[in-house]
């Protein structure tokens, strides 16, 4: 398996601008999570699905952020308006439940997307 | 939510050095993973331990649950090694969410 894929490696924009961070998980991994690290708060969990579908979304920093899931093997992650204090790297990451109850295995990570926002 | 602790923040090594890496959380978990951030900001999977001991080559981790922490060996430390390891924690009854540590910052001179 390639493991979780995710683009752009880099973005640069201006602030203002809409970005939006792609994600394709793990074949068969039936969560998919966003995670952002930063100098200050280190890796925060942002938002997590399970079956495509948003279970908990408290770690979004605001309305500014939006995440999609609109199919098993594609999500994304936007922010409108952008601004500078969302420079950051944004990790996806992909794990498999073995329980019904969604206990699951270990989770996979992306290589990253880091954003800078001017 | 849960509290995660990792120790030492910082960890300087002359190659061929053999260290431990601890992790100290709060609460009962479900699952506990190791990673290992490369100078290239990868996130490499290391151990997935909830419980018990596990190696890997030069690395083994072990979880005591019921006394809330884990520890990482790192024998026979190689520059390779260098970069930022993290425990993080999934916390019982409370989702999937993975709780990350602060890190400990490892370089490993030659």
């Known amino acids: 398996d390639a493991g979780v894929i995710q683009s752009p490696r880099h973005e640069v924009t201006e602030m203002g601008q809409e970005v939006t961070l792609r994600c394709k998980p793990i074949s068969g991994h039936d969560y998919l999570f966003w995670y952002r690290q930063t100098m200050m708060r280190g890796l925060e969990l942002l938002i997590y699905f399970n079956n495509n579908v948003p279970i908990d979304d408290s770690g979004m920093p605001e309305d500014r952020f939006s995440a999609k899931m609109p199919n098993a093997s594609f999500s994304t992650l936007k922010i409108q308006p952008s601004e500078p204090r969302d420079s950051a790297v944004y990790f996806c990451?992909?794990?498999?439940?073995?329980?019904?109850?969604?206990?699951?295995?270990?989770?996979?990570f992306g290589p990253g997307t880091r954003l800078t926002v001017t | 939510g849960i509290q995660v602790e990792q120790s030492p923040p910082d960890l300087i090594l002359q190659e061929g050095a053999n260290s431990t890496l601890r992790c100290n959380f709060s609460?009962?978990?479900?699952?506990l993973q190791w990673f290992h951030q490369n100078p290239w900001g990868q996130l490499i999977n290391l151990f997935y331990?909830?419980?018990g001991t596990k190696q890997n080559g030069r690395l083994s981790a072990t979880t005591v649950a019921t006394e809330r922490y884990s520890l990482l060996y790192i024998s026979s430390s190689q520059t390779t090694d260098s970069g930022v390891y993290f425990c993080?924690?999934?916390?019982?009854?409370?989702?999937?969410?993975?709780?990350f540590g602060g890190g400990t910052r490892l370089m490993v001179k030659p």
């Open positions: 993080a924690v999934e916390q019982n009854n409370a989702g999937n969410m993975l709780t």
């Open positions: 331990i909830p419980s």
């Open positions: 609460d009962s978990v479900n699952n």
């Open positions: 990451a992909s794990s498999q439940s073995y329980t019904s109850g969604g206990d699951t295995y270990e989770q996979y």
